[in-house]
């Protein structure tokens, strides 16, 4: 995205490891806030933003926004009318910035206040569930034309899915006198069903490849979400492949 770049996949393949790495070894949110500088590093783009919301209805933020902005941001009340907070928190999937609704003067208003403090024009951001009412938001952020922004988001759509589940895993570990979630095993057939979504085929395309039923399909992929405690199909296959149950 920035000048020089990009850094082609398989030589960025290596540092997005270590960033896993990183992620699951953290121990404060100083360390989180290091991870997201790595991110934003790692993808050449302007900011990686990590806003969570625990189960006790704690919050707190790490990222690479200007601390003039942040601090702006809460003095404004923000958070009230943000159309990127208020659409992910309707949503389940990730979602471009574009697709959001900026039609109303306070929107817009804030907008334009945003990009008067270094934010970019483009956004991508992923609304994440977890236990008990937990909720977090997992953003990446830059100044760019249409085409070159569509182009990228598309490229690294899956990897920020990742790394935004890992953000989430790691703050939930954060989380005092948290129990840890015990992980069940994927059947062969689950295996099969989540590593062909994950490649991208479509549940027509993996129910042909399986020679299945497309309702088949469907018992199969509810099984691995409920085992992997996952809110829908995108999240199943991000924390299948995080945890090393399926490999593409």
Request: hydrophobic share 40%.
């Amino acid at each position: 995205m920035k000048k020089g770049l990009p850094v082609g996949y398989a030589a960025k393949l290596p540092r997005l490891d270590a960033i896993f790495d990183r992620l699951e070894t953290v121990g404060s949110h100083e360390d989180l806030q290091d991870v997201s500088v790595a991110v934003r590093d790692l993808y050449g783009i302007d900011h990686i933003v990590y806003h969570w919301v625990s189960s006790t209805g704690e919050q707190y933020g790490v990222g690479t926004y200007d601390r003039i902005w942040v601090n702006h941001y809460l003095e404004k009340g923000y958070l009230r009318i943000d159309p990127v907070v208020l659409g992910c928190f309707q949503r389940f999937h990730p979602v471009d910035w574009k697709r959001l609704d900026w039609s109303s003067r306070a929107a817009r208003a804030f907008q334009k206040d945003a990009l008067a403090h270094g934010v970019g024009n483009q956004g991508f951001s992923i609304p994440i569930r977890g236990p008990n009412g937990q909720f977090a938001l997992f953003t990446v952020n830059h100044s760019s034309n249409d085409d070159i922004w569509a182009g990228f988001a598309e490229t690294n759509r899956r990897d920020f899915i990742l790394v935004a589940y890992e953000f989430n895993t790691a703050a939930l570990r954060l989380e005092p006198d948290r129990t840890p979630e015990t992980a069940q095993a994927l059947s062969p057939r689950e295996v099969d069903a989540m590593t062909l979504l994950a490649v991208g085929l479509s549940r027509a395309q993996v129910a042909e490849e399986l020679s299945i039923s497309e309702h088949t399909l469907r018992v199969y992929i509810e099984s691995a979400r409920f085992k992997l405690g996952a809110m829908n199909t995108t999240h199943a296959v991000a924390r299948a492949l995080a945890r090393g149950l399926i490999v593409v």
